[in-house]
């Protein structure tokens, strides 16, 4: 819900990359956000205003003395009420008129006129980018409090390779979202680790033992916290799923590696902990140093001794201070199984769900039980839309 009724300037330059913001005004207006498009004249001749309006379905603005939409002067009116703005693509043109403090078209003005967080997102020939003027005009920008979402390296329109291509869409948008929650968000100035998919226990060089998590439930848990302001670390094992933009991602494909990670995050500070992985129960005893090779006898069978992982949840019990959420993900007697662990492991809240439905899966339903007796059923959806809803719980947790 992070951009619903969210009033979102977005400024578009004169560059090539102007096409590609067609999209993220598209993106912004299907997530319920009102965008209000600001163009330069140079902008005009790379994309046609109608061709915004049409997607936003709200004025498109390209001259300081439009009226906005309550008859108001538009450069005044929109600037004041935007919850942020975004320029993209912003030109080295457009960043130095910004860095000198000019209102000389309807953006800049925008721009002076308005209190909201301001996000650019370059967009330029790789010189123009590498010149010591723009990369001062940068640091400028960013003194006064200008997040500046870096060009990515790639071909440019022109045949040259280098840094100066506009940001990917989807990064853009986990920006937006991120600078929003930041602002609005019930996680603000929270820092949340959340731990996600499952383990790797190696057996030898190629070969683990592992299970069928695909990292979905812990990954739009981090999307779900990031959208509500929260600073995520994100504890990824092994996962099938691409992790969100917009968090810290730290790898550990096994249980111990995740113990170690998990251990010096906490000791960087944490206010709420999320333990959404499907940590193996067990691991090889020893760890082959070469690929095990098949035999020649048919019948003859291969024997792995194993050994208990670290319980990662059991070793977190002299660690206070903050929230801690745990997961049970259980076959049979699930609630008699989660009400125990969510005890013996001094848990805050456990999530349980029905592991022969739930790993891997798209969507899923779970039952919050707290330690204070209370619990929450959740039906089967989405566990994008299930995320939101358990973060937003989660949060209240932070307020008792």
């Given at each position: 819900?992070?951009?619903?009724?969210?009033?979102?300037?977005?400024?578009?330059?004169?560059?090539?990359?102007?096409?590609?913001?067609?999209?993220?005004?598209?993106?912004?207006?299907?997530?319920?956000?009102?965008?209000?498009?600001?163009?330069?004249?140079?902008?005009?001749?790379?994309?046609?205003?109608?061709?915004?309006?049409?997607?936003?379905?709200?004025?498109?603005?390209?001259?300081?003395?439009?009226?906005?939409?309550?008859?108001?002067?538009?450069?005044?009116?929109?600037?004041?009420?935007?919850?942020?703005?975004?320029?993209?693509?912003?030109?080295?043109?457009?960043?130095?008129?910004?860095?000198?403090?000019?209102?000389?078209?309807?953006?800049?003005?925008?721009?002076?006129?308005?209190?909201?967080?301001?996000?650019?997102?370059?967009?330029?020939?790789?010189?123009?980018?590498?010149?010591?003027?723009?990369?001062?005009?940068?640091?400028?920008?960013?003194?006064?409090?200008?997040?500046?979402?870096?060009?990515?390296?790639?071909?440019?329109?022109?045949?040259?390779?280098?840094?100066?291509?506009?940001?990917?869409?989807?990064?853009?948008?986990?920006?937006?979202?991120?600078?929003?929650?930041?602002?609005?968000?019930?996680?603000?100035?929270?820092?949340?680790?959340?731990?996600?998919?499952?383990?790797?226990?190696?057996?030898?060089?190629?070969?683990?033992?592992?299970?069928?998590?695909?990292?979905?439930?812990?990954?739009?848990?981090?999307?779900?916290?990031?959208?509500?302001?929260?600073?995520?670390?994100?504890?990824?094992?092994?996962?099938?799923?691409?992790?969100?933009?917009?968090?810290?991602?730290?790898?550990?494909?096994?249980?111990?590696?995740?113990?170690d990670a998990l251990h010096h995050e906490i000791s960087q500070g944490c206010?709420?902990?999320?333990?959404?992985?499907?940590?193996?129960?067990?691991?090889?005893?020893?760890?082959?140093?070469?690929?095990?090779?098949?035999?020649?006898?048919?019948?003859?069978?291969?024997?792995?001794?194993?050994?208990?992982?670290?319980?990662?949840?059991?070793?977190?019990?002299?660690?206070?201070?903050?929230?801690?959420?745990?997961?049970?993900?259980?076959?049979?007697?699930?609630?008699?199984?989660?009400?125990?662990?969510?005890?013996?492991?001094?848990?805050?809240?456990?999530?349980?769900?029905?592991?022969?439905?739930?790993?891997?899966?798209?969507?899923?339903?779970?039952?919050?039980?707290?330690?204070?007796?209370?619990?929450?059923?959740?039906?089967?959806?989405?566990?994008?839309?299930?995320?939101?809803?358990?973060?937003?719980?989660?949060?209240?947790?932070?307020?008792?």
């Open positions: 819900m992070t951009l619903v009724d969210r009033r979102i300037v977005l400024g578009v330059t004169g560059g090539i990359a102007a096409y590609k913001v067609v999209q993220l005004a598209r993106n912004l207006s299907l997530a319920g956000a009102l965008v209000d498009v600001v163009m330069t004249e140079e902008a005009t001749k790379f994309v046609t205003p109608l061709t915004f309006g049409a997607l936003t379905h709200r004025p498109v603005y390209t001259d300081m003395w439009q009226l906005s939409e309550q008859t108001d002067i538009g450069h005044v009116t929109i600037g004041d009420r935007a919850d942020l703005i975004i320029i993209a693509p912003a030109t080295a043109n457009t960043i130095a008129r910004l860095a000198m403090g000019m209102s000389d078209d309807m953006l800049t003005t925008t721009v002076l006129a308005s209190r909201a967080p301001i996000l650019l997102a370059p967009a330029m020939n790789v010189n123009m980018w590498a010149n010591p003027a723009t990369q001062a005009n940068i640091a400028t920008l960013q003194s006064r409090g200008f997040q500046i979402i870096p060009p990515t390296a790639g071909r440019m329109a022109e045949p040259m390779v280098g840094v100066g291509r506009l940001a990917e869409i989807d990064q853009i948008e986990a920006e937006i979202r991120l600078a929003l929650g930041r602002r609005f968000g019930a996680l603000a100035g929270k820092r949340l680790i959340i731990t996600a998919g499952g383990t790797h226990e190696a057996i030898d060089p190629v070969r683990f033992i592992g299970n069928r998590s695909s990292g979905v439930m812990g990954f739009a848990l981090a999307a779900a916290a990031r959208d509500a302001g929260a600073d995520v670390r994100l504890i990824i094992g092994a996962a099938s799923a691409t992790p969100p933009l917009g968090t810290q991602h730290i790898y550990a494909e096994s249980a111990a590696a995740m113990h206010d709420l902990l999320i333990m959404a992985a499907a940590v193996a129960d067990y691991r090889p005893v020893s760890v082959a140093d070469n690929k095990i090779k098949k035999t020649e006898q048919a019948e003859q069978a291969l024997s792995l001794q194993l050994t208990q992982t670290t319980d990662i949840l059991a070793s977190l019990k002299e660690h206070t201070g903050f929230v801690k959420i745990g997961f049970a993900a259980e076959t049979h007697d699930l609630e008699q199984y989660a009400q125990a662990k969510l005890t013996r492991k001094g848990l805050d809240a456990i999530v349980a769900n029905d592991a022969r439905t739930a790993l891997g899966a798209s969507d899923n339903a779970v039952t919050v039980f707290h330690r204070n007796g209370q619990r929450w059923d959740f039906n089967r959806q989405a566990k994008t839309e299930l995320a939101q809803q358990l973060v937003a719980l989660f949060s209240g947790f932070l307020r008792t």
